[in-house]
C-alpha cells in the first residue's frame, strides 16, 4: 500500500504564492506518472497538472502560474503556484501511479481570498 501525503495549503490573498508538498512511503525514482489535481466546493475534481516521466500536461487555467516538480533526494513532488486567484481555491490531491495501480492522497486545502 502507497500512502500519499500532500501538505502546505493555506489561507492566501489574491496574487499570492504557495508551495504544496507531496510526499511518498515508496521510493519516488518508481514513479514515472503523477499529477495533482484540485476540487472546489460542489464541483468536480479537476485536472490540475499530470506528469509522464519529463512530459508535463497543464490545464490551460494554470498554465504559466503553476509549475510541478520533484526531488528525489527529498521524495518529495511539488506544485509550485503564484499569482493565485480566488477560483483556484479547493483541496488539492496529489495523484501518483505506482507498479500499475493509482494511490490519491488526502488532499490539502487552498484558499485564495479576493
Known amino acids: 500500500q502507497v500512502q500519499v501525503v500532500e501538505s502546505g495549503g493555506d489561507l492566501v490573498q489574491a496574487g499570492g504564492s504557495l508551495r504544496l508538498s507531496c510526499g511518498l512511503s515508496v521510493d519516488i525514482s518508481d514513479v514515472y506518472l503523477w499529477g495533482w489535481y484540485r476540487q472546489a466546493p460542489e464541483k468536480e475534481r479537476e485536472l490540475v497538472v499530470t506528469?509522464?516521466?519529463?512530459?508535463?500536461h497543464y490545464a490551460d487555467s494554470v498554465k504559466g502560474r503553476f509549475t510541478a516538480s520533484r526531488d528525489n533526494a527529498k521524495n518529495t513532488m511539488y506544485l509550485s503556484m503564484k499569482n493565485l486567484k480566488p477560483e483556484d481555491t479547493g483541496a488539492y490531491y496529489c495523484?501518483?501511479?505506482?507498479?500499475?495501480?493509482?494511490?490519491w492522497g488526502q488532499g490539502t486545502q487552498v484558499t485564495v481570498s479576493s
Open positions: 506528469v509522464a516521466a519529463e512530459n508535463m
Open positions: 495523484h501518483v501511479s505506482w507498479r500499475g495501480s493509482g494511490y
